[in-house]
């Protein structure tokens, strides 16, 4: 990933600003600290696979990665969530149905694949409507020439007689 400063554009990032949604350079990240020291910052290495959107948001959690997710409320959640989810009385989610991301990916992945499935189907049911449409747009041009070519005759008729 590289730094979202045009100047930067050619330097690697080292971190990610989850508040100000930028990676930045060491050069930017020297700065940044300095004017906002609260701003949760994330060093990013050169593993990929490690994706600043793969942390908790929630407070005192922000170390932790979102493994798990709950089915009722739609949401990513960390084990610590988890733990504190699932003890009775504490938390909105203690009744929840949570389930390991992995497991999600591919219900996810298979949703998506019925969606673009279903999309291409109105699409093609779109263009044979739209065809048809041109069709009688067509028609209603050739009888719109035949009629206007009989009132022309006709009025040709009753000027000559």
Do not use: P, W
């Not at 932790?64 to 089915?71: Q, S, T």
């Not at 990513?76 to 009744?95: E, F, M, N, V, Y």
């Not at 189907?121 to 044979?128: A, D, G, P, Q, V």
Request: glycine share 2%.
């Amino acid at each position: 990933m590289k730094c979202f400063l045009k100047e930067h554009g050619d330097i690697n990032a080292i971190i990610y600003c989850r508040k100000c949604e930028k990676y930045m350079c060491n050069k930017c990240e020297a700065y940044h600290s300095k004017l906002f020291d609260d701003h949760q910052n994330y060093v990013l290495n050169n593993n990929l696979e490690e994706i600043f959107n793969e942390f908790c948001e929630e407070e005192n959690y922000t170390n932790f990665r979102l493994n798990y997710f709950c089915k009722t409320h739609n949401k990513l959640c960390c084990a610590a969530c988890i733990t504190k989810i699932k003890r009775k009385g504490d938390g909105q989610h203690s009744g929840c149905d949570i389930c390991c991301i992995e497991d999600i990916k591919e219900e996810k992945e298979n949703k998506i694949k019925d969606n673009i499935k279903l999309l291409e189907e109105l699409s093609t049911k779109f263009n044979e409507s739209f065809n048809d449409i041109n069709k009688i747009y067509e028609e209603i041009n050739e009888n719109k020439e035949k009629l206007k070519s009989e009132i022309q005759n006709k009025i040709s008729r009753i000027i000559v007689h």
